[in-house]
Nanobody
């Protein structure tokens, strides 16, 4: 089992920055990929960014060049640096971990609101 806890959400003005953190505990060495997803009311949860075990990253087209996913060397925490935020980035952001056995785990979600 893997437990995930997000932090770092909040209210920011358009053009501003936020950094989300996701602290992982439990069977962290079983994690094969780490990712960030977001969801707005009435819409499906969508992939924002993912980082694989070999450090390969992938981003949604809507955030390329603005968001950066990273992880620390201890593998216990990973991050989403969000720059040049837009109102359409407003959503609940969830961190995600997928193990080598194909198990998916989610954090509780953190609200990001981009508004003037």
């Amino acid at each position: 089992q893997v437990q995930l806890v997000e932090s770092g959400g909040g209210l920011v003005q358009p053009g501003g920055s936020l950094r989300l953190s996701c602290a992982a505990s439990g069977s962290i060495f079983s994690i094969n990929a780490r990712g960030w997803y977001r969801q707005t009311p009435g819409k499906e949860r969508e992939l924002v960014a993912i980082i694989s075990g070999d450090s390969t990253t992938r981003y949604a087209d809507s955030v390329k060049g603005r968001f950066t996913i990273s992880r620390d060397n201890t593998l216990t925490t990973f991050y989403l640096q969000m720059n040049s935020l837009k109102p359409e980035d407003t959503a609940v952001y969830y961190c995600n971990a997928v193990t080598g056995r194909g198990q998916w785990f989610w954090g509780q979600g953190t609200q990001v609101t981009v508004s003037s």
